[in-house]
């Protein structure tokens, strides 16, 4: 056979079948069957798309759209159907394109025609979306639970550590002497704010859409109420046309996903920075760590690298929804296919990081006397001296003035030149900013506390 003939033949279209049986004459072209398929991916939604079925012919029973009998015969045929696939007695297959018809299959083998039944007043098209906000509300509650464990680890840490001192940076230049538990708690405070962000989300993604149909609802007497209770949801979607293409609630999602990778990449590379020669400030826990395949002697920071490294890709992922999500007219559009990749990257490149950064913290040993020594810099007593000379009555531009002509003059780096004796020590002048909000032993601790009841309080 001429090559050009045996490709023609091997692409040959089947015959029409499954769900494009009656309108379509010829089946897809195998090239296209694959690239439509989302099966190799969205099988990971068989469970909550099992959970909406059940839901939803359990109404159709109740709502006697279709006999009582068979909604039950169905009702235990999902049920099966989803034992089997959990335990892997069913292999899901590739051919048949998405979860959703692989199941409604899976259930024909158990129960027969009457399968089909199902479907009834309803479309994938709000199938999926479903099984979606079912799918982000459970990730949700595993994402603040990975967050509070994080918080813990880093409280934890912050308490074991308030006595030692070790300069605080800006611009990555040494600025003040702080705690390093004050800086802990920095971490802290933005791992409680991005649980709060994925908390505030739930108002908005805590609504019902199975019922919008394809678009435009359904002629069925459908009790749309009953089902968003049998599923946990407090309401039902307002309008259609919106529930079937909104991703907005997946979006969201995926920018707080960004925040945390954000927050854990700053603390990822201060401790890189920490646990170098250069600084000596922290060693890192072997068990987080990797050697060199040529160099003995290293100690590589992989763990919090990877970290760092990873947040790019949940970048990717908001960026390419928000790109897809774009240009799309209401109302479901094929695009939406691409809204699950990116969010189970997301999801599982998030609930990994901060478990790692959560486990690593614990085994940090801090070295007291190398963040001390280098806390001791003269140079760092600079801003102490000026508000000292402002007390007296100089205007602080004044101070600010003459304490850096006389930093200039004696060298930056040494701050020499200075009085000895009038140079207060890291303690005194950590123990200085003893306000709610300071580094000094007593504001750290209340910090602590506080954090340890908002701790107490959401585990409940």
Known sequence: ????????????????????????????????????????????????????????????????????????????????????????????????????????????????????????????????????????????????????????????????????????????????????????????????????????????????????????????????????TDLGFSTVSANSMDAVSDRDFVVEFLFNCAMVMMHLSRLAEELILWSTEEFGFCTLPDEFCSGSSIMPQKKNPDACELIRGKTGRVYGDLTALLTTMKGLPLAYNKDLQEDKEPLFDAVDTVLGSVGIMGELIPGIRFHKESMLTAASDQALAATDLADSLARQGVPFREAHSRIGAIIRGSGAESGKGVEKETLPGPEDMVEARSHKGGTARKAVKEHIRATRRFLAAKRK
């Open 1 to 228: 056979m001429d090559p050009k003939e045996r490709k023609k033949s091997s692409r040959k279209s089947k015959k029409s079948s499954g769900i494009r049986k009656g309108r379509f004459k010829a089946g897809m072209d195998p090239l296209f069957e694959k690239f439509n398929s989302s099966i190799s991916f969205d099988r990971r939604l068989f469970r909550e798309d099992i959970r909406g079925s059940i839901a939803h012919v359990k109404m159709l029973g109740r709502q006697g759209i279709i006999p009582h009998n068979e909604a039950r015969t169905i009702e235990e045929g999902l049920k099966q159907v989803l034992a089997d696939i959990a335990g892997g007695k069913v292999q899901l297959r590739d051919d048949l394109e998405d979860i959703h018809v692989n199941i409604e299959e899976a259930l024909k083998s158990k129960v027969g025609e009457v399968a089909g039944k199902l479907h009834t007043a309803r479309s994938r098209n709000d199938q999926v979306v479903l099984d979606l906000r079912l799918y982000v509300k459970a990730q949700v509650d595993l994402v603040r639970e990975a967050l509070l464990k994080l918080m813990k680890s880093l409280v934890d840490k912050a308490s074991e550590e308030i006595d030692l001192i070790m300069p605080g940076y800006t611009h990555l230049q040494r600025a003040q002497p702080v705690r390093p538990a004050h800086h802990l708690m920095a971490y802290s405070e933005m791992a409680r704010r991005d649980w709060e962000r994925f908390t505030d989300a739930v108002d908005r993604l805590d609504q019902m859409p199975l019922g919008s149909a394809a678009l435009a609802g359904t002629t069925f007497p459908i009790d749309r109420e009953s089902v968003a």
